[in-house]
């Protein structure tokens, strides 16, 4: 599902102006992302929780020059879908 389809789908069920659900699903993203960024959690019950996971320093290997290199230390952002959603993707 791509982001227009969900937006043409919340305005079928809501009878909500396209427009304006495109409006509040681009300020919820944005938001999200905001928060990512500034280290703060992003918790929806019954969904879910958006957050930043640290990963740590490693060794790794260029196999076409046979080097080793050091990924420093970083961080990602990842999802972690609440017991109920996992329970429903099951």
């Not at 102006?17 to 019954?46: C, H």
């Not at 952002?77 to 099951?90: G, I, L, N, Y």
Request: no cysteine; charged share 25%; glycine share 4%.
């Amino acid at each position: 599902m791509t982001k227009a389809d969900l937006v043409n789908q919340i305005a079928a069920q809501t009878g909500i102006e396209k427009t304006a659900v495109l409006a509040v699903v681009e300020s919820f993203m944005k938001n999200v992302k905001d928060s990512i960024v500034a280290k703060e959690n992003v918790y929806l019950r019954g969904f879910g929780t958006f957050q930043t996971k640290v990963r740590k320093e490693k060794v790794a290997r260029n196999i076409s020059k046979n080097t080793t290199i050091v990924v420093p230390e970083h961080a990602i952002p990842a999802f972690k879908p609440s017991r109920e959603f996992a329970k429903a993707v099951k």
